[in-house]
Structures are given as structure tokens and as C-alpha cells.
């Protein structure tokens, strides 16, 4: 089959405003530090064969590296024409299209779009590549946002609140979920694994992107440190948050060592110890042993209660950082009636 003309390149949002497959054909380790959310990784090579193709041209020639690159890709043509087919779909006689990017926008992509065409796929090519998509990414954290933070002690179900949420003028982003990390040291338990910073910041600017594009009038942010598990909030986004206002949950004790107990306690004693273990020098001795004999006699309250005294003098420390915070009372109400009355509350304006 003859070779389709060549599709011109497309900027960063009319490539993401597509809705063909997104094929990222740069190496696993490139495709595992980041990539656009989606994006299904086809690589030409592996990243053994990438470090020794860029070798070559930095050491020999370009056309030297382009010859090595023809050599691996060549006989594995197959092979990428099976993963194309499959991609798009064509038995099933879908729009057959694929939105494909390497690094720069460069050889790697535009090999496979030339693949691709042979067989009668468009392809849509990203200006600038990954690189582009970077920088777009780290933009949306420069923008002005109208942030409300939600606060409050471990345990008083701050995220279930903000998920709970379903107005149209509010944006609600889960740094939590996003992060797969709880910020504790216990924060990962029970979660998937963590993303890259990197990858977190491509999905947290991919939801600050919807917040724009859906018209909503605040973004609500549950107040966190910095760093989430290994993810770090980008340090634009992190200062801004630093001056928006909080919103700070009440509840009780009892309720919030019940709230902790049903998230914790389906987590192995190994793991739970080990956590306790991480932060025994700031717990103290006694605090510690005290965690580590309720963890292994299963007294999940008491192991609570043990380190429910460290968790809210941390809290209060950064509190006093500070001033434009309202308080709330949501002791003993459901999700529901605790959204009501945060929404029939006079929240100071941003």
C-alpha cells in the first residue's frame, strides 16, 4: 500500500485535544519517568539500544546513528505493524488514527507515523515532542488559581469530603489519590504504587488544565506538605497554596481514631510497624513501644491513640503559619450533611 501524505506536526493542545490512541515510542526508562497520561509506550528501542545509538552520534555521525537505528527497527517491522493494527483497531472498522510523540518530535516518531501511514493510518505528530509537553505541563502551575485549602487533624476525612463534592463550580483535585500517597508516614499503605514526580506533575497539571477548560470558579485542595510519599507538589503550586485559605475540619477524638482504624487496620502488622518504626526517633520511646505492643496484640484504637498525639502537634505547628482559616464543626455528620454545611457556611471569598 502506498504511502499516505505526511501529517504536519500539532501543537501541545491541539495534539491533547485529539482523541485518537497516543503511542509514545521513546525507550521504557524515558516512558517510565513521564509521559502523557494515556499514552500506551511502543518503543523502537530499548534503552540499552538508545544509549548506544546516541553514542554513535555524538561519537561518529548522524547518519552513522541513523543507520544502527534502521538496523534494530527493521527487522522488528512486524512486529510494530501488529501493535499499530491492534491499537486502532481496524477489524473493528474505528477511526483509524494514532497521535504519536519521541523526545523532541524528531526520527523516533516520525519512523513510526511513516510505519504507520504504509498500512493507511493518519497520524498526528506532537511539535516539539515530550520536551513541548513538559514545558506546557510546568505552565499550568504558573497561572493564577483560585485555591481553597480543606485542613484538619488525621482522621477527620478530609479527602472523603473533597471526593464527596459534586458542584459544577467547583474543581476538586485528590493530591492524594494523584500521588497514591496519604502523606504520613503510613501514607502509602494499602495504595498503588507511587508515580514519579515527574508523571505526578503531568497528571496534577492535566487537572488544573479540566479546572480551566470546565469554568469552575475555585479549585479546593486538601492542605498538605510538600512532599506526598516521594511525589513533591511543584513549588509554584506549593506557594500558592501556602496563602490560600483553610478551611479547618472538625471532629472528634473517638471519630477520628475510628476514621484511621478502618483505613489502617486491613494493612499487615508487618507494615505497620515498620511505619511506626520510621518516625519512632520523633515519637519518643515510650509513644513507639506503646503503637508497636497495640499493633501486635491487634488494639488498633490504642496504636491510634498512640500517635494521634505526634500527628496533631505537627499539625498545629504548621496551623500557627496561617491566618486566613474558618473552622468548622462536623462532629457526628455523614459525608452529605457535612458538604451541606460546608456550602451553607459564609466562606470568606478568594
Partial sequence: MSEKPTNSSYTVTDFRNLTSPIIDVRSPCEFCQGHLPGAINVPLFSDIERETIGKSYKKESRLKAILNG???TLPNTSKLLKIIVQTTRLEQGDDRSLRIYCWRGGMRSSAFAWLARTIGIKTYLLKGGYKSYRKWVINQFESDLPIRLIGGKTGTRKTDLLNYINKENIHVINLEGIA????????????????????FENLLAESIYNFHKNNAIEIWLEAESSNLGKCRIPSSLYTKMKKAPILEIIKTKNERVENLVNIYSQNS?????????RISKRLGPQRTKEAITAIERKEWSKACEAMLDYYDKCYEYELKKTNNINTINLSGLSLKSSVDKIFNENLNPL
Avoid: W, Y
Fill in 180 to 199: 497514591n500517597h496519604r502523606g504520613s508516614s503510613f501514607g502509602s499503605l494499602g495504595m498503588e504504587e507511587q508515580p514519579t514526580t515527574q508523571q
Fill in 70 to 72: 534502521l538496523k534494530i
Fill in 269 to 277: 502488622q508487618t507494615e505497620l510497624k515498620d511505619a511506626v518504626n
